[in-house]
């Protein structure tokens, strides 16, 4: 048998690895660096969870209205002025309340014509409340609110009512100004 010629194959020596698709493991990638990672990407995406959960039940809000600021408005002095007119309205269920104020103020120096008395179309007004048309009459409408018990003063344009004078305190009488029905109490 003749000698085989020599080619490039003879040239190639013999590794003792894998060679070509099979290739080994990195031996550089560890089980623990691997379980690091997949530990660290668990908690994050459980941190991002609870985070969405919170923001989706108002929990959280992202971006906050702000808060409106609270600011002092001034406030008049309180003045007995017996120049104003004071139109009284019982908005309470219980008769001549409206004249009890009147009787009242006029014992305070207000003139009798300067004093109408009437009945609210609410007959279950819940606080007494002095109404003024004019910024400029709010410590008259303050003075008169002191003198009668009135909770509330309200600055509204709406008074005074069409033809009547324009320096009018209009007051409705409201159920905090009537007193509790009187209860027996059985004889024991």
Known sequence: MPTP??????????SPGRVGAHRAENPRVRGW??????LAATIVLVALGIFASMIWQGKIVLFPTPAPSVTVVPTAE????????VLVLNGTPE???????????????WPEEGVLAGNAGDRAFPAT??????????????????LIGATEIVL????????????QLTVV????RIEPAATETPAG
Not at 173 to 176: I, K, R, V, W
């Open 78 to 85: 309180p003045v007995i002025d017996t120049s104003y007119t």
């Open 156 to 167: 509204d344009p709406e008074y005074p009512l069409p033809g009547t004078p324009a320096t």
């Open 5 to 14: 010629t020599h080619d490039r194959f003879d040239d190639i020596t013999a």
């Open 33 to 38: 660096t691997t379980l690091l990672w997949a």
């Open 129 to 146: 409340t002095v109404y003024y048309a004019a910024p400029e009459a709010e410590g008259a409408a303050r003075g008169l609110a002191g």
């Open 95 to 109: 008769e001549g309340q409206a004249t009890l104020v009147k009787d009242e103020l006029v014992a305070n120096g």
């Open 173 to 176: 009488l409201g159920l905090d």
